[in-house]
């Protein structure tokens, strides 16, 4: 096991993805409803995949796994492709893209924009694996891609059309084509404080498409259809907890140990490459230690564990290569925890009703992608990044009034716009952490001599 930390990067991540990938394609035989797998599949593609919709609820519980774990052996396999190089950022999106697959992609709806991406690919001469992240972020836009495919116009499913078919495959390379400029100014609009840097870019092509196919030629926004109810804590804990653990068991046998781990947590400014920074093993304790977190977390509020809530843990979890880990999140969720109670408040004062629990859907949800905003956190310090989030907790309920709820990255989108409006400000007014130490350090020594 050892030998695994002295892996190539980009091996062991190819290793790990496979085995992520693996692990839902596994599960997916020992569910209940095992024998309604292949049945369960098809009525997922043949659905629309609006956000929030529980594909738990759709297609039931073994044909999610599955879909999660193919769309898994999808990346993986894509980022076999020559040229690319496995980072910090091909790990968080395949484990992104991953966690959709029980929420809104599966293995059809996200090759449209892909697609797109390849066509670019061929205009500009460039090597196809050096856009695979581009590919893989473009899929954000996948429930669009679903309307269009079996309902769009219309108010109810109508099936597979060739009109649809064909209105689908046009935006997807339109949105494919355009994506990687947006992909690469995006942080110069975050100035890098959002983790999920593609999200801007991607809601933007989203709220575009929203604006003009739905609003501007009147054709309503869909309601999402499945039922959200279709939960099981005991199938998501124990899938959880054993591919958690492993990671966990995994990283010890090659020889991390908990003082390490704990080191990289103590660094003073952000790092983005666990990977290429501390090596394999550390940043595989960081897979199973933070997902376990998270999971404990869950249980903690009383989230219900259906296919939006199971699979938005692994979007959460797929910072945990850039930066994300127990030490720089938990002031974001300090953040959410004071909103939510400061809102009911408030809400009670007004003699209005409170929905904005801390276990409710829409709030479970943002609260994951709020983790994108940690690199606020390590470089401000806990509280501005508990501001952040609060900030965060006040914009993702309303955000996707703009999208019509069919952009799976509105959570880090929010991000992006917590981020347009906070971090000017901080730059004008603070000091970051490590300056104020300094600064600190010496008054301390003015004051002795």
Same mark, same amino acid.
């Given at each position: 096991?050892?030998?695994?930390?002295?892996?190539?990067?980009?091996?062991?991540?190819?290793?790990?993805? &496979?085995?992520?990938?693996?692990?839902?394609?596994?599960?997916?035989?020992?569910?209940?409803?095992?024998?309604?797998? $292949?049945?369960?599949?098809?009525?997922?593609?043949?659905?629309?995949?609006? !956000?929030?919709?529980? %594909?738990?609820?759709?297609?039931?519980?073994?044909?999610?796994?599955? +879909?999660?774990?193919?769309?898994?052996?999808?990346?993986?396999?894509?980022?076999?492709? #020559?040229?690319?190089?496995?980072?910090?950022?091909?790990?968080?999106?395949?484990?992104?893209?991953?966690? /959709?697959?029980?929420?809104?992609?599966?293995?059809?709806?996200?090759?449209?924009?892909?697609?797109?991406?390849?066509?670019? *690919?061929?205009?500009?001469k460039e090597r196809f694996g050096d856009h695979t992240n581009a590919m893989l972020f473009s899929t954000g836009i996948a429930p669009f891609i679903s309307e269009f495919m079996v309902r769009y116009p219309h108010a109810e499913v109508v099936g597979f059309r060739f009109?649809?078919?064909?209105?689908?495959? =046009?935006?997807?390379?339109?949105?494919?084509?355009?994506?990687?400029? @947006?992909?690469? +100014?995006?942080?110069?609009?975050?100035?890098?404080?959002?983790?999920?840097?593609?999200?801007? #870019?991607?809601?933007?092509?989203?709220?575009?498409?929203?604006?003009?196919?739905?609003?501007?030629?009147?054709?309503?926004?869909? $309601?999402?259809?499945?039922?959200?109810?279709?939960?099981?804590? =005991?199938?998501?804990?124990? /899938? *959880?907890?054993?591919?958690?653990?492993? *990671?966990?068991?995994?990283?010890? &046998?090659?020889?991390?140990?908990?003082?390490?781990?704990?080191?990289?947590?103590?660094? #003073?400014? %952000?790092?983005?490459? %666990?990977?290429?920074?501390?090596?394999?093993?550390?940043?595989?304790?960081?897979?199973? $230690?933070?997902?376990?977190?998270?999971?404990?977390?869950?249980?903690?509020?009383?989230?219900?564990?259906?296919?939006?809530?199971?699979?938005?843990?692994?979007?959460?979890?797929?910072?945990?290569?850039? @930066?994300?880990h127990p030490g720089n999140i938990w002031p974001i969720m300090l953040g959410y925890a004071l909103a939510s109670h400061g809102t009911r408040l408030i809400s009670g004062l007004l003699g209005v009703p409170f929905v904005q629990t801390l276990d409710a859907q829409n709030?479970?949800?943002?609260? *994951?992608?709020?983790? @994108?905003?940690?690199?606020?956190?390590?470089?401000?310090?806990?509280?501005?990044?508990?501001?952040?989030?609060?900030?965060?907790?006040?914009?993702?309920?309303?955000? #996707? &009034?703009?999208?019509?709820?069919?952009?799976?990255?509105?959570? @880090?989108?929010?991000? !992006?716009?917590?981020?347009?409006?906070?971090?000017?400000?901080?730059?004008?007014?603070?000091?970051?952490?490590?300056?104020?130490?300094?600064?600190?350090?010496?008054?301390?020594?003015?004051?002795?001599?």
């Amino acid at each position: 096991m050892k030998r695994l930390n002295d892996l190539p990067e980009r091996s062991f991540l190819k290793l790990f993805f &496979l085995f992520f990938s693996l692990s839902f394609l596994t599960a997916a035989f020992f569910m209940p409803d095992r024998g309604d797998m $292949l049945p369960g599949l098809l009525r997922i593609l043949s659905q629309p995949t609006k !956000a929030y919709t529980n %594909f738990f609820a759709v297609g039931g519980f073994a044909a999610t796994f599955l +879909n999660m774990g193919l769309v898994g052996l999808c990346c993986t396999g894509m980022y076999c492709l #020559p040229g690319k190089k496995d980072n910090s950022t091909a790990t968080l999106v395949t484990i992104l893209t991953t966690g /959709f697959g029980s929420w809104g992609i599966h293995i059809l709806n996200m090759w449209f924009p892909i697609l797109g991406v390849v066509l670019y *690919c061929i205009i500009k001469k460039e090597r196809f694996g050096d856009h695979t992240n581009a590919m893989l972020f473009s899929t954000g836009i996948a429930p669009f891609i679903s309307e269009f495919m079996v309902r769009y116009p219309h108010a109810e499913v109508v099936g597979f059309r060739f009109g649809g078919v064909l209105l689908a495959l =046009a935006v997807g390379i339109a949105v494919g084509v355009f994506l990687p400029a @947006g992909l690469d +100014n995006s942080p110069l609009v975050h100035k890098g404080y959002d983790i999920y840097s593609a999200a801007l #870019p991607v809601g933007m092509s989203a709220l575009l498409l929203q604006g003009f196919l739905y609003r501007a030629v009147g054709v309503p926004v869909p $309601l999402a259809v499945a039922d959200i109810t279709v939960t099981s804590r =005991a199938i998501a804990n124990t /899938f *959880c907890m054993c591919l958690f653990g492993s *990671c966990v068991l995994i990283s010890l &046998l090659m020889g991390c140990t908990l003082g390490e781990y704990r080191k990289s947590m103590d660094e #003073p400014e %952000f790092v983005r490459n %666990f990977s290429a920074t501390y090596g394999n093993r550390v940043m595989l304790m960081n897979v199973g $230690l933070y997902g376990l977190y998270i999971l404990m977390y869950y249980n903690l509020i009383g989230a219900p564990f259906n296919g939006i809530t199971f699979g938005v843990m692994f979007c959460m979890l797929s910072t945990c290569n850039s @930066g994300s880990h127990p030490g720089n999140i938990w002031p974001i969720m300090l953040g959410y925890a004071l909103a939510s109670h400061g809102t009911r408040l408030i809400s009670g004062l007004l003699g209005v009703p409170f929905v904005q629990t801390l276990d409710a859907q829409n709030i479970i949800v943002g609260i *994951c992608y709020a983790n @994108g905003l940690s690199p606020i956190s390590d470089h401000y310090g806990w509280r501005y990044g508990m501001a952040a989030s609060v900030m965060h907790f006040f914009l993702v309920t309303t955000i #996707p &009034l703009l999208h019509g709820d069919m952009c799976l990255y509105n959570g @880090g989108f929010t991000a !992006a716009l917590v981020c347009l409006l906070m971090v000017p400000g901080l730059e004008r007014h603070f000091r970051p952490k490590l300056e104020r130490r300094a600064l600190r350090k010496a008054r301390k020594k003015a004051k002795t001599e």
